[in-house]
């Protein structure tokens, strides 16, 4: 693995950003290339990487590379590492409130780990919310609350709560 020194690489623009790509309705939000993504993956969830897991997540916050972890995320198809990534979101005390939609996504998913953590990262949103997001959002969970467990159901609820209370302060 490379060494924490090398981290900083990862953020220049001018090396590593390749294009600009929507997810779930974010927009602009640049994307590395693959193999960069995969060491981020490796960089945040392989347990041989433990000790350099805090600086990444430190790392990326200083740089502003939110942008890396929603690359990672959407680029991860197992479950479990996919759980580790989004739990990352909310360590690095990134403020990921402009990727509310894509947060909801997670939030609908069938595997009860991933959603709890991307539960988490919508509560630790603390930006200016856009009133179509919420809108969209209080929709589409109102749609999902029909599919999903009872305790499910429950933090569903406050979530709606919730996103219904920021939506009547603006």
Request: proline fraction near 2%; include cysteine.
């Amino acid at each position: 693995m490379e060494n924490t020194d090398d981290l900083k690489k990862y953020f220049d623009e001018k090396q590593y950003i390749t294009a600009i790509v929507g997810i779930d309705g974010i927009s602009d939000v640049p994307t590395v290339k693959s193999d960069k993504v995969s060491n981020l993956i490796s960089l945040i969830t392989d347990p041989e990487n433990k000790e350099l897991k805090e600086e990444a997540l430190l790392t990326l916050k200083k740089e502003k590379g939110g942008y890396l972890l929603l690359a990672a995320i959407e680029k991860t198809k197992d479950d479990a590492k996919k759980q580790q990534l989004i739990a990352a979101c909310w360590e690095s005390e990134i403020d990921f409130t402009e990727h509310l939609p894509f947060f909801i996504s997670l939030v609908m998913s069938d595997n009860y780990f991933v959603f709890l953590e991307a539960l988490t990262v919508i509560e630790n949103m603390e930006g200016s919310f856009v009133k179509k997001d919420l809108v969209e959002s209080i929709s589409k969970l109102k749609n999902h609350k029909k599919n999903i467990s009872s305790e499910q159901l429950v933090l569903i609820n406050d979530l709606e709560y919730n996103l219904n209370e920021k939506l009547s302060a603006l």
